[in-house]
């Protein structure tokens, strides 16, 4: 059994794929306002919003648990609309060696196909897959589609 593992998905939003885009690679601090419920807050430990190499740490709550990640932006494409995240401390650590989290906005036609990618190795063969942080990361982009539209 491999402990390396990929899952990856597409949803549809109705949000231009600029916009939704914009906000994972500049403005991510913005979440614990779109959702509060999900985001407690985000902070910058290194760097500049919007820029590679910059560390995030992030305060998000899983089934009425607190969880904290801290992040480094490993890539910011504009072209594709491409943020990769690389973990770098954290609870989601404590489960797996390595863990990439990169999130894609894809225009189609007056929508976005959201993608999103999780890249990990769990510590053993034990460790489940990240199917809650996976499904947690879609609701996110869900809810920020209604703030984009709504706004």
């Given at each position: 059994m491999?402990?390396?593992?990929?899952l990856?998905?597409?949803?549809?939003i109705v949000a231009?794929?600029?916009?939704?885009?914009g906000?994972w690679?500049?403005?991510p601090?913005?979440?614990s306002?779109?959702?509060?419920?999900k985001i407690?807050?985000?902070?910058?430990?290194?760097?500049d919003?919007?820029?590679?190499?910059?560390?995030?740490?992030?305060?998000?709550?899983?089934d009425?648990?607190d969880?904290?990640?801290?992040?480094?932006?490993e890539?910011?494409?504009?072209?594709?609309?491409t943020v990769?995240?690389?973990?770098?401390?954290g609870?989601?650590?404590?489960?797996?060696?390595?863990f990439?989290?990169?999130?894609?906005?894809?225009p189609?036609?007056?929508?976005?196909?959201?993608?999103?990618?999780?890249?990990y190795?769990?510590l053993n063969?034990?460790?489940?897959?990240?199917?809650?942080?996976?499904e947690?990361?879609?609701?996110?982009?869900?809810?920020?589609?209604?703030?984009?539209?709504?706004?």
């Open positions: 491999s402990l390396v593992g990929k990856s998905a597409e949803i549809l231009p794929h600029h916009e939704h885009h906000v690679s500049g403005r601090h913005h979440f306002n779109v959702s509060p419920g407690k807050k985000v902070h910058l430990h290194e760097g919003w919007g820029s590679v190499g910059s560390v995030i740490e992030w305060h998000y709550v899983i009425g648990k969880h904290v990640a801290k992040e480094v932006v890539s910011i494409d504009e072209e594709n609309k990769t995240f690389k973990v770098i401390e609870d989601l650590l404590k489960e797996y060696k390595s990439k989290a990169i999130v894609q906005s894809i189609k036609g007056e929508a976005t196909w959201v993608r999103w990618t999780f890249e190795e769990k063969k034990d460790i489940p897959h990240p199917f809650k942080v996976f947690f990361a879609i609701h996110l982009s869900e809810e920020l589609d209604d703030h984009l539209v709504q706004a």
